[in-house]
Nanobody, 119 residues
Framework: QVQLVESGGGLVQPGGSLGLSCAAS????????MAWYRQAPGQERELVAE???????HYAVSVKGRFTISRDNTENTMHLQMNSLKAEDTAVYYC?????????????WGKGVVVTVSS
């Protein structure tokens, strides 16, 4: 089993920066693909960014150039650095880990952390 715990959320001014972290325990962290999702009030949950074991990344168009996803396999952590934040970034952010080779594929979620961008 995998446990994921997010940290770093809070209130930030528009244009400011915030860093989120996800700490994983249980199965070997480096085996799986990690991702950040978010769900804004009244909206569907959406993919923000994802990163493979090797460090390849993919970003949603809405955050590309502003957010940076990274991981430290030795520390079993994943990080999302959010810069130039906008009010539209306000959401609950979730850490996700996937083992796609499992049968059925295993999927683990953190409980989420609130990010509020407001003046």
């Amino acid at each position: 089993q995998v446990q994921l715990v997010e940290s770093g959320g809070g209130l930030v001014q528009p244009g400011g920066s915030l860093g989120l972290s996800c700490a994983a325990s249980g199965r070997i962290f480096s085996i799986n693909t990690m991702a950040w999702y978010r769900q804004a009030p009244g909206q569907e949950r959406e993919l923000v960014a994802e990163i493979t074991n090797a460090g390849s990344t993919h970003y949603a168009v809405s955050v590309k150039g502003r957010f940076t996803i990274s991981r430290d396999n030795t520390e079993n952590t994943m990080h999302l650095q959010m810069n130039s934040l906008k009010a539209e970034d306000t959401a609950v952010y979730y850490c996700k880990a996937v083992y796609p080779t499992d049968s059925p594929p295993s999927e683990y979620w953190g409980k989420g952390v609130v990010v509020t961008v407001s003046s």
